[in-house]
């Protein structure tokens, strides 16, 4: 139902049941906002989006406040920009003076309200007592005294990833985010998918660097160093340097990382079309032996995670097949480089992730030799691109100089939630009917809903497939398994909403245009892509008789299954 | 009492007294409600007062006390622990009736006093001193030179309605509460009148809500009521947390059923089968006493499936608060109940349309409740006829402070505060004057002599800027330092502030830091200190203003009352603190120079001794001298001077 | 506490507060065992536990002294000096308010209001109420306490 109110002396038409911040969105009247995420439950925690309705006592928050007929609004009165600028000055008065040494120098939202409203000066002085940096965890860092407790992060860690692994403690003045008993990150339900990184306004949640690390690498003379990306990282490269994301982004990406100082570098895809091949194989074992059904995927470690924590008892439908990241390092070290005759201690591999929970897999699969040595996030990336003064606009595009770069499409479009499910399919297809799977695109698995179900027929057996995104959704999922559902075959989930393409390792506040564009740049390669189907890939034929036994066979899961690294910390 | 005895006693209640709606009863049935009552008895019968008050002043020695007289003595008595009476300063306080004579009341009967009145009592030996005075009660024969007990300053202002039963009857005594009219209305309620006629009832009385607020109770039950939901739920919250209030306890204390039978009737009016009592989780006798009540009540066929027949179905559960101030505020409180932290949510939409887990729910406070039954028996034009043009009815109020008499009252509303203050409080103790009185908690306000003339009136109050709260009332006498007063609130308050709006968090907290740096030694600060404290002073009001215009609850909106209050009334002592750097009160300690009278000090070396800053110098049996310069103002010299010598500014 | 989850069976997170409180009538405290366990019972992540744990007065998660020292806050207390009452047993104790002592005798803490307002300043000791004394009664109790429990 319309109703009119008016807001700074304009009548303006709205729906019942709306919040006051989607009228003033809708128009184009700006308010701050800082608790608020569109994704999440409003609290009105802030105060930042106060606005002065007429005839109400008190300001009121736009974001939780809903409309009501004639409302008269003042969104930038004088009470109103004195009571935010009050707000952040309050803020100001606990935060450490210490932006330009901040990771989020420049894109903290703090630093944004202060000059949006034109603050000059440290209003309020208080004592803040030295609280401990969380540095337990491999992949995220905690710094509370920068956190403004808007609760962005517990708010997504519970609403959208459904673990809660951080989430406010005490109370007052005394409020912190945190975790129980302040034992650290690490020893609690964190999945590490640094979701919360992304929602954080400041820079109180961070990755934990491994740049320092990899420049070092990079100068060491007796080191090897070689780069591997996700297939979602040209595109994100694309976008954070305004480039167009076509075929050559992924050639000046090539250059890009070879004039950094990287002596190779690979698209984990290769490794991804191994994993499609060997899944292929133990699902229809699987299936045969109706055994183990549905199987989840693994390839996103957040997720094995979450099953390890919650749900041992789910452990087994797992696949056991490594995710591509550690498949693509143990290639490179034992047999691309080696074949080269680089002894693989010698070899320095760094891959660059859209995600963070990658950084901890890294650290924990390191028996032996282990395959990956540090893993930056695209945001890193990007940061070393600058520290090393490299200009996209002026770079020429590197051929590909590998065969090791061939991959097919399905392994690329791992980047997206259902691209590994719908790759999967293909394989599963090809491999019991040596049959292309027709349609070879799966429109069901596409797109940017959470919950994507299909059925497929392969061989005349109808298949039930789910691709979920976002963990909390994922949840749900398991719980109808718990309660008897059993008519799913496979089930690929990715712990981050929309899977790699919105990860904790991407840029700070993406927003649906970027999520769109990197989703595009996916789904446009499988179009231009001659292969489509991992057992198709050339390369894959090489690997598997020159390294590799047969898939599923005992020489591979010494090589590619899970279960040699070392348990991870609970 | 036989099981028998219990079912015959029960039926009797239930048949004669509470389905009789006219109140019109036959001889034996009155003579049997009398002896019920205990207000004809056929032996002696000792009343004691084990409220916490009373229990906090001694009186379950008191209670020993008298069953080892008792039974020294072999006499035929009964004992009964009642809850107070009101008069908390007065207790321990112990009742006494002897058959065919009036019941009396003493005062501050200790064990060691306790034999002494008994004896005087059965020796028919008075002593006046402790003898508070007697009941009135018509058919028994008075105790000459006793005063009445509604006729002394403490009474005789006062409307008791709600606490018409405290510390007469027993609480855990159902009989006795049925015996005096109780449940009548609940009865009526469920047999003869459709939920919303109820609301209206209530609207029509125009009851407004008791916990500050001072929302009419009425409409908020219709609103519930008119709400679709197949759950609905009815809270009574008893969290009473403010520091200096009690009201809360006491009723639960002395008359547990009368908030049971209101929180039926609302129950009912709102068409909801589960209600909860939230109860403080430190006020363990109360809940001791709500599980007893309940219990009685179900067996009574109060509570339960179909009550009286009539098709409603009501079940009771309490809960105990786990210790935060802000739960008292309503949204908070859901939380709480929900099983999380007690952050209060934005509103609309109201708890009335969308409470607990969703469902509409109503919240009332322990005393509206209490109101209820009151205004079903007598009809709304009766409380109508109480009290002023916007409010009605009568009003508790814990009385605390630094007043002669202290304790809980229920006056009209309308009555002026002075003259509770000189009359129900019989002023201000040891004869000092009376600086302010603090209305409404700790984010309420100091009211100055000059406005009390102002009457207990929603409307009147907020004319000068005050706010009735819930009922805190504590007097404050001339030595009262409203700097350090104002501090102590703000420190609650921001300890107390749940942490979720910024304004509140923050703000409270800053308003603290402002305050301690105006009352911190000036000799140990830093520069960089005084001109923090000198910014801190010019921010102080519109940080309090920015507070109250944007926090998300109650508690942050009236937070930085305290402060802006006392700037209002008392702004120059804000001022002497600040740029004089002294608090006449001598309250705030950091701001203390000692001196030494010369003409009171012999030199008796001990401040010398005492002194940890050796600050003190000064030949044996000649006057001694501070120097200013090393003194810190810790007091110590003060407070071991034998002879007054030692003074400060 | 097999017995209080038999009590609260139903894996309703309202029925939180009620089990911890009962916990810790029990066993006098939290510890991060306990919350665990709570935890596996009712479904709620440790985290959130804790985090309403912290926001109640009402738990603590340190042992109570023998002695467990309540001193009283609410406003008419603090008009009548019941900080310098604080002051004094933490000088008599060594401790702080919301700390135990170092031989586990005694534990002190302030709460917001007893309710005993007409009696201020109020101390409760144990179950044992004491009220309008002087600081000369503090140390002498303080003493006896400390004699009796050696």
Redesign the interface.
């Known amino acids: 139902m319309l109703l009119t109110i008016e807001i700074n002396e304009q009548q303006v038409s709205a729906k019942r049941g709306e919040t006051i911040l989607t009228v003033l969105n809708r128009i184009g009247v700006k308010v701050p906002t800082l608790c608020y995420l569109s994704s999440l439950s409003p609290t009105g925690a802030c105060r930042m989006c106060v606005v002065e309705v007429e005839g109400l006592p008190h300001l009121v928050p736009a974001c939780s406040h809903q409309v009501e007929e004639w409302m008269q609004i003042h969104t930038h009165s004088p009470r109103v920009l004195k009571a935010r600028k009050n707000i952040v000055e309050l803020l100001l008065a606990n935060h450490p003076d210490d932006c330009l040494y901040c990771d989020r120098n420049g894109t903290c939202e703090l630093q944004g309200l202060s000059e949006e409203l034109q603050i000059r000066e440290r209003k309020y002085i208080s004592r803040q007592k030295p609280v401990q940096i969380d540095k337990a965890c491999p992949s995220i860092q905690r710094d509370p005294a920068k956190c403004v407790l808007c609760g962005r992060c517990s708010r997504v860690c519970k609403e959208i990833i459904g673990v809660a692994a951080i989430d406010s403690v005490g109370r007052g003045s005394n409020t912190r985010i945190g975790t129980s008993y302040n034992r650290g990150l690490n020893f609690n339900a964190c999945v590490k998918c640094g979701q919360c990184i992304i929602a954080c306004p400041t820079g109180a949640l961070t990755e934990r660097k491994s740049l320092p690390q990899v420049i070092e690498a990079l100068g060491d003379p007796g080191l090897y160093p070689v780069v591997q990306f996700s297939p979602t990282v040209p595109a994100a490269i694309a976008e954070e340097f305004g480039l167009k994301s076509n075929k050559d982004i992924l050639n000046l990406l090539r250059y890009a990382l070879k004039r950094i100082g990287f002596r190779q570098s690979f698209d984990i895809s290769l490794a991804s079309d191994i994993n499609l091949t060997e899944e292929a194989a133990i699902f229809l074992e699987r299936l045969q032996g109706n055994k183990n059904l549905p199987m989840f995927t693994s390839c996103c470690p957040a997720w094995v995670r979450y099953i390890d924590i919650f749900h041992p008892q789910f452990s087994p439908k797992l696949s056991p097949v490594k995710s591509p990241q550690q498949i693509m390092g143990t290639l490179i070290k034992k047999y691309i480089t080696s074949s080269a005759g680089i002894k693989p201690e010698k070899v320095f591999v760094v891959s660059v992730m859209p995600c963070t929970a990658k950084k901890a897999e890294a650290e924990y699969d390191s028996e032996g030799i282990r395959p990956v040595d540090a893993v930056i996030t695209v945001r890193e990336l990007v940061r070393l691109i600058g520290l090393l003064g490299i200009d996209f606009d002026k770079l020429e595009p590197e051929p590909n100089d590998t065969a090791f770069n061939m991959s097919s499409s399905s392994g690329r479009l791992f980047g997206i939630s259902g691209g590994h499910l719908e790759g999967l399919m293909r394989s599963i297809n090809f491999l019991s009917t040596g049959q292309d799977l027709n349609p070879g695109k799966i429109n069901e698995l596409r797109g940017l809903k959470p919950r994507k179900e299909a059925k497929i027929r392969i061989n005349k057996i109808p298949l039930n497939v789910i691709a979920v995104s976002g963990l909390a959704n994922a949840i749900e999922l398991m719980d109808e398994i718990e309660n008897g559902r059993d008519n799913i075959h496979i089930v690929e989930v990715m712990a981050c909403v929309n899977g790699c393409i919105n990860g904790g390792g991407m840029k700070i506040g993406s927003d649906e245009k970027n999520l769109k564009a990197r989703m595009k740049a996916l789904y446009d390669a499988d179009e231009e892509e001659m292969v489509k189907v991992a057992h198709k890939n050339p390369v894959l034929t090489e690997l598997y008789e020159k390294f590799l036994s047969k898939p599923n066979s005992p020489g591979n899961q010494e090589i590619l299954w899970k279960g040699n690294s070392k348990s991870q910390e609970l | 009492m036989p099981t028998q005895d219990l079912t015959d006693i029960r039926t009797f209640l239930t048949e004669k007294v509470i389905k009789n709606y006219s109140g019109i009863f036959d001889k034996p049935t009155t003579d049997r409600l009398a002896v019920i009552r205990h207000e004809k008895v056929s032996r002696p019968v000792i009343y004691i007062g084990t409220g916490t008050c009373g229990v906090i002043s001694g009186a379950l020695s008191t209670l020993e006390r008298v069953q080892k007289y008792v039974s020294e003595n072999n006499l035929k008595a009964d004992i009964i622990e009642v809850g107070c009476n009101g008069f908390c300063s007065a207790e321990p306080l112990l009742d006494v009736q002897l058959p065919g004579k009036t019941r009396l009341c003493f005062r501050n009967v200790t064990e060691d006093r306790a034999e002494d009145v008994l004896n005087s009592v059965f020796h028919h030996t008075l002593q006046n001193d402790l003898t508070l005075g007697q009941y009135k009660q018509p058919g028994l024969e008075e105790w000459p030179n006793v005063p009445m007990l509604e006729q002394i300053p403490w009474f005789n202002l006062q409307t008791r309605h709600i606490l018409k039963n405290a510390g007469i009857i027993s609480p855990v005594s159902i009989e006795e509460y049925i015996a005096g009219g109780g449940y009548k209305s609940l009865y009526k309620t469920v047999l003869n009148y459709p939920a919303d006629k109820i609301c209206e009832i209530i609207e029509q009385s125009e009851l407004k809500g008791r916990a500050g607020g001072g929302f009419p109770t009425g409409r908020k039950w219709k609103i519930a009521l008119d709400t679709a939901g197949d759950q609905k739920y009815m809270i009574c919250n008893a969290d009473e947390s403010d520091p200096g209030a009690f009201m809360d306890r006491a009723i639960i204390e002395s008359d547990p059923h009368r908030i049971i039978e209101g929180l039926s009737i609302a129950a009912y009016a709102i068409g909801a089968s589960q209600a909860i009592i939230f109860v403080r989780s430190d006020y363990e006798n109360s809940l001791n006493i709500l599980e007893t009540a309940i219990r009685q009540a179900k067996e009574y066929g109060l509570l339960g499936e179909d009550i009286f027949g009539s098709g409603f179905n009501l079940s009771i559960s309490v809960r105990q608060g786990a210790g935060a101030f802000v739960c008292g505020e309503e949204t908070a409180l859901i939380s709480s109940l929900e099983g999380q932290r007690g952050l209060p949510r934005s509103k609309p939409p109201y708890p009335a349309e969308k409470g607990i887990w969703g469902h509409p729910t109503v919240i009332n406070n322990v005393e509206t409740l209490a109101n209820i039954p009151g205004i079903l028996e007598n009809g709304p034009a009766w409380f109508k006829a109480m009290g002023t043009k916007s409010s009605k009815g009568t009003k508790l109020f814990s009385l605390a402070g630094k007043a002669v008499n202290t304790g809980f009252i229920e006056v009209p509303m309308g009555i002026t505060f002075s003259s509770i203050i000189n009359n129900i409080a019989g002023g201000v103790k040891d004869g000092k004057a009376l600086k302010a009185v603090q209305l409404g908690g700790p984010s309420g306000v100091c009211i100055p002599p000059a406005d009390l003339d102002t009457p207990l009136d929603f409307e009147a109050l907020s004319g000068i800027g005050a706010k009735l709260g819930s009922g805190g009332l504590i007097i404050l006498d001339e030595k009262t330092c409203m700097v350090n007063l104002a501090k102590y609130f703000i420190d609650f308050l921001q300890n107390e502030s749940c942490g979720k709006c910024i304004p509140c968090r923050e703000g409270t907290k800053k308003m603290l830091d402002i305050l301690e740096g105006i009352t911190r030694r000036p000799k140990e600060e830093t520069t960089h200190e005084t001109l923090e404290r000198f910014k801190g002073v010019v921010q102080l009001e519109s940080l309090a203003n920015v507070i109250c215009d944007t926090s998300l609850c109650g508690l942050g909106q009236n937070a930085p009352n305290p402060v802006l209050s006392s700037l209002k009334w008392f702004r120059e002592e804000f001022e002497e603190h600040i740029f004089d750097r002294r608090c006449a009160a001598g309250v705030c300690h950091d701001l203390r120079t000692f001196y030494i009278d010369v003409e009171h000090c012999n030199g008796c070396n001990i401040c010398q001794k005492k002194c940890p800053e050796n600050a003190i110098v000064g030949s044996p049996k000649m006057p001694h001298f501070i120097i200013e310069s090393k003194c810190t103002g810790c007091g110590i010299c003060f407070d071991v001077c034998k002879f007054s010598a030692i003074y400060f500014k | 506490m097999d017995q209080i989850f038999e009590k609260y069976s139903l894996k309703?997170?309202?029925?939180?507060?009620?089990i911890?409180?009962e916990i810790q009538e029990k066993k006098g405290y939290l510890t991060?065992e306990i919350?665990e366990k709570v935890s596996v019972h009712l479904g709620i992540?440790?985290?959130?536990?804790?985090?309403?744990a912290?926001?109640?007065?009402?738990?603590r998660?340190r042992r109570k002294g023998q002695y467990h020292i309540q001193v009283c806050?609410?406003?008419?207390?603090?008009?009548c000096s019941s900080s310098s009452y604080l002051k004094e047993i933490e000088k008599l104790l060594k401790v702080q308010a919301g700390s135990v002592t170092k031989d586990k005798k005694f534990s002190l803490e302030t709460?917001?209001?007893?309710?005993?307002?007409?009696?201020?300043p109020?101390i409760r000791i144990n179950s044992t109420?004491y009220?309008h004394l002087s600081v000369a009664d503090l140390s002498r109790i303080i003493r006896t306490l400390r004699e009796k429990s050696e």
């Open positions: 309703k997170p309202e029925n939180l507060i009620p911890l409180q991060d919350i992540p440790t985290n959130r536990i804790y985090g309403v912290t926001f109640y007065d009402q738990f998660f806050r609410g406003t008419s207390c603090y008009l709460v917001n209001c007893m309710g005993g307002c007409s009696q201020s109020v109420y009220h």
